[in-house]
């Protein structure tokens, strides 16, 4: 899906620059020099910024460079719009062409701005875009930068927000320690004390406190900020960040039913390619009513999803999304299908003859890792070995190639996906201990990774799947255990919830 936020930020050149009536997107003050008719669109875009809506906040400065022409913030603020940092995603080129339509330098773009605070923006956003580097080094440089700017401005609301932005913006999966994250969101919730409407308080104080061990204090943010902003669907689907970590799954369904209806809302509104906003919500919205038994529902969801799919034949970012909760549909209600494995290569041209919901055969869109995954795990279910050997083959090369890329890191989540089929197949084989091996062996990856911050991925849990299997070989105490860890990652997931309630009790059955 975030292969897609570049060309889409591309087609916000050909939409319309006319004003959204009555956007609801928070408070914020924001001081600059640019003239009066500027200042409310470029308020606005800042506002969507901090509501990551970069679509919307490109519109907006637009509309604010085209009342003067000469505003330098403006062209700032649509840099801006395409620096992802939280998904280390950045388009250098497009933000250095709009850079310099102010001037070509920097040099010449500081002269064209009348206050110190405007000039330290912009030499900022410079280090941003143009210091050397990959862009974690460059990351790295532009909060340092915003740290000094912090240290000059400690009590202007922007300046501490975008500081604790750039702090966040660090931080990559394979870190270590909380230090960072602990930083920005003490940052911020001084801002959001002083101002409880910030938009990027709120917004960043979630994303600070994204983990379950500290969830808990985002909480009140979490309640908050959907209110903030109602107009920025991800303002609406961010709270459901904290109630995924707290296992409030009635939250969860809450927030995404909202989300997904602003979020295509927008896709239709602003010519949006789908599978992006849309198809994360639409994601976690599935996983929430698989969590509360509303089946009916997450079928509903996945074949909202699957028509999405079937619209956008060659967009493989759809197609997967598409898969990816199909595949969760199948493996948390446990209707195993029979899913060919050679379907799981890259993907062929759409066959309406093999499109259909679960229970029917697969549709021809190619696959995921996730996919292979629920196919082989599904055959071992049903006995199908060859199947079963045959995803578990696959996972292996796919882990393989991952491993000796440039993030070897990536691997790990096929590595699991790997075992947990093979585990299952050798368990269905009779060979207990084999299984049981390499069950412990995916649950020792899965605890180097950090804590999930929604849905699992891999789609099932290492320690839940291996404190199941430990449920099922009879050893009670020891399941109980590692399904107890899997609580503390994964907070009241119904399945975890289930056996562990077994394995208190007599019962042993594995699902």
Not at 65 to 81: H, L, N, P, T, V
Not at 282 to 287: C, H, K
Not at 323 to 343: D, Q, S, Y
């Amino acid at each position: 899906m975030k292969n897609l936020v570049r060309t889409c930020l591309v087609a916000v050149c050909c939409v319309t620059t006319t004003p959204l009536a009555s956007q609801e997107l928070g408070s914020i003050t924001f001081p600059t020099s640019g003239a009066p008719a500027a200042q409310a669109a470029f308020l606005e875009g800042v506002k969507s910024l901090h509501s990551f809506q970069f679509d919307e906040a490109a519109v907006a400065f637009q509309r604010a460079q085209k009342a003067d022409s000469a505003f330098a913030m403006a062209y700032w603020g649509e840099a801006m719009s395409h620096n992802h940092p939280l998904w280390a995603q950045q388009d250098a080129a497009a933000a250095r062409a709009i850079l310099e339509k102010i001037a070509p330098t920097l040099a010449g773009r500081v002269a064209r701005v009348k206050t110190p605070k405007e000039k330290a923006f912009l030499e900022a956003i410079d280090v941003l875009y143009y210091s050397p580097g990959d862009k974690l080094a460059r990351d790295h440089a532009y909060a340092n930068a915003m740290a000094a700017m912090y240290a000059r401005w400690p009590d202007d609301h922007e300046v501490a927000t975008w500081y604790a932005l750039s702090l966040l913006g660090t931080v990559r999966p394979t870190d270590k320690g909380f230090r960072r994250q602990a930083l920005a969101a003490s940052i911020v919730e001084k801002v959001y004390q002083e101002n409880p409407k910030h938009p990027g308080a709120a917004h960043f104080i979630i994303h600070a406190f994204d983990d379950p061990d500290h969830a808990p204090l985002a909480l009140p943010a979490a309640r908050a900020y959907a209110g903030i902003a109602p107009s920025a669907a991800h303002a609406l689907h961010m709270p459901s960040h904290i109630f995924v970590q707290l296992g409030m799954w009635a939250d969860v369904r809450t927030s995404n039913i909202a989300a997904y209806k602003a979020a295509t809302e927008l896709n239709a509104r602003m010519k949006l390619a789908e599978g992006r906003e849309d198809f994360h919500t639409l994601g976690w919205l599935t996983y929430a009513n698989l969590m509360l038994g509303n089946i009916d529902e997450a079928k509903q969801n996945v074949e909202s999803a699957k028509q999405a799919a079937d619209r956008n034949p060659g967009n493989r970012g759809v197609r997967d999304g598409y898969l990816g909760m199909r595949a969760r549909l199948i493996l948390e209600t446990g209707a195993w299908e029979k899913i060919a494995v050679e379907a799981a290569a890259p993907a062929a041209a759409a066959d309406p003859a093999h499109a259909g919901m679960p229970g029917m055969s697969m549709p021809a869109y190619g696959a995921s890792n996730t996919w292979t995954f629920i196919a082989g795990y599904s055959a071992a279910r049903l006995g199908d070995f060859a199947t079963a050997d045959a995803a578990e083959a696959m996972l292996r090369q796919a882990r393989e190639k991952l491993e000796g890329g440039a993030n070897p890191y990536s691997a790990k989540p096929v590595a699991i996906m790997e075992k947990q089929v093979g585990a299952l197949s050798r368990y269905a084989r009779g060979q207990k201990d084999d299984a049981l091996r390499l069950a412990k062996e995916a649950m020792e990856i899965e605890l180097t990774l950090a804590a999930p911050s929604g849905p699992p991925d891999p789609i099932k849990p290492a320690p839940e799947f291996y404190g199941e299997m430990l449920l099922d070989a009879g050893r009670k105490a020891e399941a109980a255990a590692a399904l107890e860890l899997s609580l503390q990652r994964t907070p009241n997931r119904t399945a975890s919830v289930k056996a562990l309630a077994r394995a208190r009790s007599a019962g042993t059955a594995m699902r």
